[in-house]
T-cell receptor, first 113, second 118 residues
Framework: DGGITQSPKYLFRKEGQNVTLSCEQN?????MYWYRQDPGQGLRLIYY???????QKGDIAEGYSVSREKKESFPLTVTSAQKNPTAFYLC????????????FGSGTRLTVV | AQKITQTQPGMFVQEKEAVTLDCTYD???????LFWYKQPSSGEMIFLIY??????QNATEGRYSLNFQKARKSANLVISASQLGDSAMYFC???????????????FGTGTRLTIIP
């Protein structure tokens, strides 16, 4: 079945370390997104990519980096510059003008220890 | 300014009653879409219903309906005959610029935590 796979489900990071969250989709979607979710703040857009080898900053891109070398993959790196990285991270994808085509992964919960 | 506003952080509703979750939005774009998602405690986002700005009728999907009042920029979700399994976070979201390719990102509200009481 087609879908989005995020891994790992839970991730613990020591302060000062970079970590990479994986997001893979087999839906043949062109666009992919990373959202961050904090309690009481809903989902905020970190980065998004409409096509391979191109991506744009969202509302809270500072301290994060992404790459889009393959259509299927959109990994997110949380760098040591991100001061408050503990959060729930959701990856999503979509296809063109299909309003019903947004698909979300099951999320990665990152905790800084 | 917030593009999506959900003013109810939490709601408690008796099982089998109907519930309305509020959502107001702000956009100057004439072409936009409004979404509602359900997020159970497991974390996944479940699509519930969609309303386009040019749709003439309010959207319905089973027990879910969207009360779309364009002039008031309101898109409230109505759940009829609530069930215990409806307990979850509910998010309203908007996509602007439907006619523009490459502008497909969603903007979310802060959510409403709905608890159904037996």
């Amino acid at each position: 079945d087609g879908g989005i796979t995020q891994s790992p489900k839970y991730l613990f990071r020591k302060e000062g370390q970079n970590v990479t969250l994986s997001c893979e989709q087999n839906l043949n979607h062109d666009a992919m997104y990373w959202y961050r979710q904090d309690p009481g703040q809903g989902l905020r857009l970190i980065y998004y990519s409409q096509i391979v080898n191109d991506f744009q900053k969202g509302d809270i891109a500072e301290g994060y980096s992404v790459s889009r070398e393959k259509k299927e993959s959109f990994p997110l790196t949380v760098t040591s510059a991100q001061k408050n990285p503990t959060a729930f991270y959701l990856c999503a994808s979509s296809i063109g003008r299909d309003m019903y085509g947004y698909t979300f992964g099951s999320g990665t919960r990152l905790t800084v220890v | 300014a917030q593009k999506i506003t959900q003013t109810q952080p939490g709601m408690f509703v008796q099982e089998k009653e109907a519930v309305t979750l509020d959502c107001t939005y702000d956009t100057s774009d004439p072409s936009y879409g409004l979404f509602w998602y359900k997020q159970p405690s497991s974390g996944e986002m479940i699509f519930l219903i969609y309303q386009g700005s040019y749709d003439q009728q309010n959207a319905t999907e089973g027990r879910y309906s969207l009360n779309f009042q364009k002039a008031r920029k309101s898109a409230n979700l109505v759940i009829s005959a609530s069930q215990l399994g409806d307990s979850a976070m509910y998010f309203c979201a908007m996509r602007e610029g439907l006619s523009n390719f490459g502008n497909e990102k969603l903007t979310f509200g802060t959510g409403t935590r709905l608890t159904i009481i037996p």
